[in-house]
């Protein structure tokens, strides 16, 4: 008498197959959502670094808003962000922000999804 867990059958692979091909989209979803985050992350902390450097121009030079949104622009490495300041003697806060898109792949389309902010606040030093 043959055992029939010695020997698996025509019919279960074609259960593992069908199983695979429902489980792959999700896995392959699950994949490209770690790649959205930590590109969104990556954004964040450019913003950040970005508003940092801008406070630093910003605390050298208050009225200079050029040279401010050089420095973020710089440090961002992208001019699709907005700058602004807000002076309060004897601080300064420079406020980054930077609109946020999702691209759909399938359809060569690109959704805005949220906007990214990051602000810095600095004494702004005497000369």
Do not use: C
């Not at 259960?15 to 992350?41: G, N």
């Not at 961002?76 to 980054?96: A, Q």
């Amino acid at each position: 008498m043959l055992s029939r867990l010695a020997k698996p059958t025509q019919t279960e692979h074609g259960q593992a197959v069908v199983e695979f091909a429902l489980v792959l989209p999700f896995v392959v979803l699950a994949i490209a959502s770690l790649f959205l985050a930590a590109r969104v992350i990556a954004d964040q902390l450019a913003l950040w670094h970005g508003a940092y450097a801008g406070a630093y121009a910003a605390s050298i030079e208050p009225d200079n808003a050029e040279a401010i949104r050089h420095a973020v622009e710089t440090e961002t490495g992208t001019s699709e962000v907005t700058v602004s300041t807000t002076r309060n003697d004897p601080y300064i806060t420079v406020t980054v922000s930077k609109s946020q898109t999702i691209p759909l792949l399938i359809f060569g389309w690109s959704v805005h999804a949220f906007t990214l902010n990051a602000d810095v606040t600095i004494h702004i030093q005497d000369t």
